[in-house]
């Protein structure tokens, strides 16, 4: 299966707006306009060299690669803005939440929530109408996730990146997947036994799989195994 990218259902929003809305359409808000706020202005050259690391550690996507340019570059501004040290400091995320004391308690509950995420890969145990069965597969834990958007496109067995965020009722997916497509899944499952074993970084490990997967979608016709085991 290839890339997988949510839709938005609307446009970028200010960080710390007084949103009334669903919790989980706050959530997704939230990221946008840390998104938008962390990659405009003087914060402009910042997020130029984080998108610039973030290529080349998850690997270069081009804008004829088509669904797969616009799910990475999705990938890339969460990563920013949730993960990445903002300039020697925490994560936009975080910053935000210590430095600005004109949130509103909604926005400070939601970003706060927002700062929890975790991103991993998972694999798909059990479907059961909107609700999800995963484990952890960099981690061990179990999460039962809603999704709100269509689950056709999952399947029982799958192995995905993905990142789970509380939206305070529930565990909801982030707007962005990863999905390696099944021939090459026993080869990365032992990979990442041994990786784990090496004491290999879950970052790290993450990257790796994301390289291995533009390496599969642009040379397909290699076969998923050999590509994984980087023949």
């Known amino acids: 299966m290839s890339d997988r990218a949510a839709d938005h259902e609307s446009g970028p929003a200010r960080v710390g707006a007084g949103l009334r809305t669903r919790p989980s359409e706050a959530v997704h808000r939230q990221i946008e306009g840390l998104a938008e706020r962390y990659s405009a202005g003087e914060n402009q050259i910042e997020a130029m060299r984080a998108r610039e690391e973030y290529f080349e550690r998850a690997g270069k996507v081009f804008d004829?690669?088509?669904?797969?340019?616009?799910?990475?570059?999705?990938?890339?501004?969460?990563?920013?803005?949730?993960?990445?040290?903002?300039?020697?400091?925490?994560?936009?995320?975080?910053?935000?939440?210590?430095?600005?004391?004109?949130?509103?308690?909604?926005?400070?509950?939601?970003?706060?929530?927002?700062?929890?995420?975790?991103?991993?890969?998972?694999?798909?145990?059990?479907?059961?109408?909107?609700?999800?069965?995963?484990?952890?597969?960099?981690?061990?834990?179990r999460f039962s996730v809603v999704e709100r958007r269509n689950t056709i496109g999952f399947g029982r067995g799958d192995?995905?990146?993905?990142?789970?965020?509380?939206?305070?009722?529930?565990?909801?997916?982030?707007?962005?997947?990863?999905?390696?497509?099944?021939?090459?899944?026993?080869?990365?499952?032992?990979?990442?036994?041994?990786?784990?074993?090496?004491?290999?970084?879950?970052?790290?490990?993450?990257?790796?799989?994301?390289?291995?997967?533009?390496r599969w979608h642009r040379f397909g016709h290699i076969g998923a195994a050999k590509i994984y085991r980087g023949e």
Do not use: C
């Open 64 to 141: 004829d690669d088509a669904e797969l340019f616009e799910n990475r570059m999705a990938s890339f501004l969460e990563w920013y803005v949730l993960e990445r040290p903002f300039r020697g400091g925490p994560a936009p995320v975080v910053r935000i939440l210590e430095e600005d004391q004109a949130l509103s308690d909604d926005d400070r509950r939601t970003l706060s929530l927002v700062a929890a995420s975790h991103r991993s890969l998972f694999e798909l145990h059990q479907i059961d109408d909107r609700s999800l069965d995963l484990e952890d597969v960099l981690g061990g834990a």
């Open 159 to 214: 192995l995905f990146e993905a990142r789970v965020i509380s939206n305070g009722a529930a565990v909801i997916f982030g707007k962005t997947f990863i999905f390696h497509p099944a021939d090459a899944r026993e080869v990365a499952l032992d990979w990442i036994d041994a990786a784990l074993d090496r004491g290999v970084a879950r970052e790290e490990i993450l990257f790796h799989l994301a390289r291995r997967h533009i």
